[in-house]
Nanobody, 124 residues
Framework: QVQLIESGGGVVQAGGSLRLSCAAS????????MGWFRQAPGKEREFVAR?????????VYADSVKGRFTISTNSAKNAVWLQMNNLRREDTAVYYC????????????????WGQGTQVTVSS
């Protein structure tokens, strides 16, 4: 049984930082791309960042978070982290860890497994 368990969400003031964690179990980590999506109230779920063995661990970011967020992984721990710095109010959302088969584009349609989500709230 595949499980993606997120942690690390919370409430932070604008300009602050949070670190999200995603612990994966039950899947062969090297055959998946791992990453994060987020969904704000009333909006569609959107891509945030991803990382993949197939691409030599080169991370890819949404333009809205580039330079502020950093995705990282350690295959030995089957975990993925998202370091979020200089947070803005518009970063407020539920953040979801996701896994897609590494041969497919990292889109919501191709996600094979979702985490349960963790709330990030940025206050002014």
């Amino acid at each position: 049984q595949v499980q993606l368990i997120e942690s690390g969400g919370g409430v932070v003031q604008a300009g602050g930082s949070l670190r999200l964690s995603c612990a994966a179990s039950g899947l062969t980590f090297s055959t998946y791309a791992m990453g994060w999506f987020r969904q704000a109230p009333g909006k569609e779920r959107e891509f945030v960042a991803r990382i993949s063995w197939r691409l030599g661990f080169a991370p890819v970011y949404a333009d809205s978070v580039k330079g502020r967020f950093t995705i990282s992984t350690n295959s030995a721990k089957n975990a993925v982290w998202l370091q979020m710095n200089n947070l803005r109010r518009e970063d407020t959302a539920v953040y979801y860890c996701a896994a897609t088969p590494r041969t497919l584009p990292f889109t919501t349609e191709n996600v094979g497994y979702w985490g349960q989500g963790t709330q990030v709230t940025v206050s002014s």
